[in-house]
């Protein structure tokens, strides 16, 4: 129990050093704020006018419609962001001292992605609120908001632990920050940004396997219409599937790690 | 005694030429020893341009869209982004090369404070040719249309002063705040201004409060200009305000960016 209680509250202060680093950084807090809101407004502004397309769900509006997708994103660049911190932290020899100290390996690790999870409740508290403030509904009420900012959290804590896995398995900030076009990859090839149905080949069928579609219809439904079960447990189903591969892989690095030194 | 003085202008503009070409030089010789810092600068505008394109591609269905091709649409603004990103991207340089000291010895030079702006300015502006190019072959590859001769070189000459219009409002923060953490500003300042304009569908297709903000914009110009072979005829009247607008902001940011290279002490 004592060795739980340790445990606890090495995540929680690593955690918290994460989300200080975060916050004390311009380049690593942009991506995750000023970047997403920045493409919302304007993507809302310049695309709005989809709406009036036939097969546009209904919704009350295209920013009600792009809020699921600009906190997608956010959380995306957080894990993003989370990977590029660690592996800094690796390469100026910080995680080194923490594998040197007595405690769990995985704790060290559970700590970033502590601190990630909580920008992403960051991000998803933040786009709602511009959403409300813009006029935006959300249609799932309180329990809607409460899901939405559940399953951005969770999937904050899945693609940290990607990103993680990769600063562990390459030590190098700039590979970790290398993957930053493929987020955009990733979410231009999802739902995030427009119905799935009116996207263009190819996009369009990659994006009805792309598992962050489903996340993001998760995230998207209690918002712009109100709380589907199956939707739900689509994305979370999508979710695990992506902590399990976060988790495989981390552990791996981390032997990979330790291994090399 | 006139003759002398005539001698010694015509030596110091060699001078101040020279010092700009190894400036620019310097620059190429970075791009092609370290190819991989250029990848982001490409990569960033070309998966826009093809993310935008598959994802708001139906959006030429709306009244109001008159062209049939959305990739002809969205390319110029892509090689528009790609000079921002570019010219930006000479801004983070600069803050690199002061926290290195590198500037500091430049400043101790005899060279003129707008040799030295004008050496990372044109440098930006021919580095941009590449993300510019790369982008257009991808967009020729999924069926852009050809702009004709015309169309192309005025796209390319409003890409090339976009990308120096970036690095004079990349290299005055780099000089005021003297660090790469100034990085995200010079990003998002050079993306709001390339995107907060007719970017994603005609003026008249814009939510109002981005009508009001591209109408005012002057980059909604540099837009248009660029635009206009690949979705019509190439004309005076739509080339001329992009000039202008290029023109009236390099001299507005060139300004700004050397009164803080004047403001650097060593």
Redesign the interface.
């Known amino acids: 129990m004592s060795g739980l209680g340790t445990n606890a509250r090495v995540v929680r202060a690593l955690g918290a050093r994460s989300i200080r680093q975060t916050f004390r950084r311009p380049q690593l807090i942009s991506p995750i704020i000023v970047f997403p809101t920045l493409l919302l407004a304007i993507q809302t502004g310049g695309a709005g006018a989809g709406i009036n397309l036939p097969g546009f769900p209904p919704v009350q509006s295209f920013l009600q419609f792009m809020l699921a997708g600009s906190m997608m994103q956010s959380m995306m660049l957080a894990g993003n962001s989370g990977g590029i911190a660690f592996a800094v932290d690796i390469e100026m020899g910080f995680t080194d001292r923490l594998f040197a100290s007595p405690i769990p390996r995985f704790a060290i690790v559970l700590g970033r992605l502590a601190g990630t999870a909580a920008l992403g409740l960051f991000a998803s508290v933040w786009f709602l609120a511009i959403g409300l403030i813009f006029g935006a509904h959300i249609e799932g009420g309180i329990p809607g908001a409460l899901l939405a900012t559940f399953l951005i959290t969770a999937s904050s804590l899945a693609v940290g632990g990607i990103g993680a896995a990769i600063a562990l398995r390459s030590g190098s900030a700039s590979v970790v920050q290398g993957l930053f076009p493929l987020v955009l990859v990733v979410l231009f090839l999802s739902s995030a940004f427009f119905p799935q149905e009116l996207m263009i080949e190819p996009a369009k069928t990659i994006a009805e396997y792309n598992p962050f579609s489903f996340i993001v219809e998760g995230v998207r439904e209690p918002i712009v219409s109100g709380i589907d079960a199956k939707q739900t447990l689509e994305a979370v189903a999508a979710i695990v599937g992506i902590i399990l591969l976060g988790l495989a892989l981390s552990a791996s690095a981390l032997r990979h790690r330790l291994r090399v030194g | 005694m006139e003759a002398a003085a005539a001698q010694a202008t015509a030596s110091g503009w060699r001078a101040n030429l020279a010092t700009i070409a190894a400036m620019t030089a310097r620059a190429k010789n970075e791009l092609l020893r370290v190819p991989g810092a250029a ?2 600068g490409v ?2 505008p070309t ?2 341009f ?10 030429i ?2 009244r109001g869209f008159d062209t049939s091709s ?1 990739e002809s649409f969205i390319v110029p603004v892509s090689m528009l982004q790609g000079a921002g990103f570019t010219g930006a991207a000479a801004g983070v340089n600069l803050a690199r090369d002061y926290e290195q000291g590198w500037v500091d010895r430049l400043l101790v030079s005899p060279a003129p404070r707008w040799v030295l702006l004008a050496g990372n300015v044109l440098a930006a502006s021919a580095r941009s040719l590449v993300p510019a190019t790369f982008v257009l072959a991808i967009g020729f590859a999924i069926g852009v249309q050809w702009p004709g001769l015309d169309g192309l070189l005025v796209c390319y000459l409003m890409v090339a002063a976009m990308a120096a219009v970036a690095a004079c409002w990349g290299s005055m923060l780099a000089l005021h705040y003297k660090s ?6 010079m990003q ?1 300042g050079m ?2 201004l390339v ?2 304009t ?4 005609p003026l008249e ?3 109002p ?2 009508e009001a ?1 591209a109408r005012i914009n002057p980059v909604t110009h540099v837009v248009e200009a660029a635009r206009q072979g690949f979705v019509g005829d190439v004309t005076w009247a739509g080339t001329w305000p992009g000039i202008v607008a290029l023109v009236g902001l390099l001299v507005v940011l060139g300004s700004l960016a050397l009164r803080e290279m004047r403001r650097t002490n060593v």
């Not at chain 2, 093809?50 to 959006?59: E, K, P, Q």
């Not at chain 2, 007719?198 to 569908?201: D, E, K, L, R, S």
Request: without cysteine; negative net charge; hydrophobic residues 70%.
């Open positions: 990848i982001p990569l960033a998966i826009f093809l993310g935008l394109n598959g994802v708001f591609g139906a959006l269905d709306l959305y790469q953490s100034a990085a995200p500003l998002a993306m709001a995107l907060l007719p970017a994603y569908a297709l814009l939510q409060w981005l903000v």
